[in-house]
């Protein structure tokens, strides 16, 4: 059911932002093909705008098996040998195959890359992925090579052994200097693609914050993730009315014109290296857009409404 915040959006954004491991293309073309109903009626056109209170449908194809291609896409390597991986991912890259995403995706490169030589255990659909950041999150993402190396891997995410510090951009200023959110993650009974703290289920969930500086309307902090769940910080910092900037799953729906996606990128990675155990500390510049958004608030404010 279409919330009151997003009355007289598309129906075609709306549906990328409640499908958002979908592409708005996808989307789109699923339209086109009658595959859409809005209260019940086909919907006939991508830029129809929806009411509060209508109901929206979307059939989509039932997943189909891929052939995941080698594809020679220029990777960020930040450290490599037989047995892992450090890629360093930039926004917008999904990291495997999904439906309207099929292509071009990290699997794709590192599956060219690597030559094949990469971890089996999670299938012929993400070889070597031991974790996941979201598409628009950027940032060090750890590969397994072998086997072996993604079995050791996943134990020390088991653990919370492994160190995964985030640096992002939040709306509204932090009073305080640093805190621990804690709160169990689970699927939005009301919506079920998206995640939500709840008080009763769900998955144990830490994250643990600092303030790195100060906008007035904005803050940029520091995240360290204590348990690693699906949309963890964005769901945590939106819990305590602090949502990423131009997260609009989470926060506002329209974010401010230079935030593309979530402010937030995966900084500092470390772990023990599966062959030998000898820790392995990793950390990442900040990307280029994120820096020019730090300017930006630095220098005007005023440049991006808090609402």
Not at 20 to 29: D, G, N, T, W
Not at 235 to 249: E, F, Q, R, Y
């Amino acid at each position: 059911m279409v919330d009151e915040e997003l009355d007289g959006t598309r129906v075609d954004v709306v549906l990328s932002l409640l499908i958002p491991e979908l592409s708005r293309s996808y989307i789109q073309k699923l339209l086109e093909e009658g595959a859409g109903w809005r209260n019940g009626q086909t919907i006939v056109s991508k830029k129809e705008k929806v009411e509060t209170g209508d109901r929206l449908a979307l059939c989509i194809p039932a997943p189909k098996e891929w052939f995941v291609s080698p594809q020679n896409i220029p990777l960020n390597i930040v450290y490599e040998d037989d047995w892992v991986l450090v890629v360093n991912k930039p926004q917008g890259m999904v990291v495997h195959p999904a439906p309207g995403n099929e292509d071009f995706t990290l699997v794709n490169g590192i599956l060219h890359h690597c030559e094949g030589r990469l971890s089996t255990i999670n299938g012929t659909l993400r070889p070597g992925i031991v974790h996941r950041i979201d598409k628009d999150t950027s940032g060090l993402l750890m590969i397994a090579k072998t086997d072996e190396a993604h079995r050791k891997l996943a134990q020390q995410l088991e653990n919370h052994s492994i160190t995964r510090v985030y640096h992002g951009v939040v709306y509204h200023n932090i009073k305080e200097e640093q805190g621990t959110i804690q709160g169990n993650l689970g699927r939005d009974p009301r919506n079920r693609l998206k995640q939500k703290v709840l008080m009763v289920g769900g998955r144990r969930a830490v994250t643990h914050y600092r303030v790195l500086e100060r906008f007035g309307g904005y803050t940029y902090i520091e995240a360290t993730l204590e348990t690693g769940r699906t949309h963890q910080i964005r769901v945590h910092m939106a819990h305590i009315k602090h949502p990423l900037l131009g997260d609009t799953l989470y926060g506002p729906k329209k974010g401010p014109v230079m935030a593309e996606g979530q402010v937030l990128h995966a900084k500092r990675l470390g772990f023990d290296h599966p062959k030998n155990g000898e820790r392995m500390e990793f950390e990442s510049p900040l990307p280029e857009s994120f820096e020019k958004i730090l300017k930006k608030l630095r220098q005007n404010t005023s440049a991006f409404p808090s609402r």
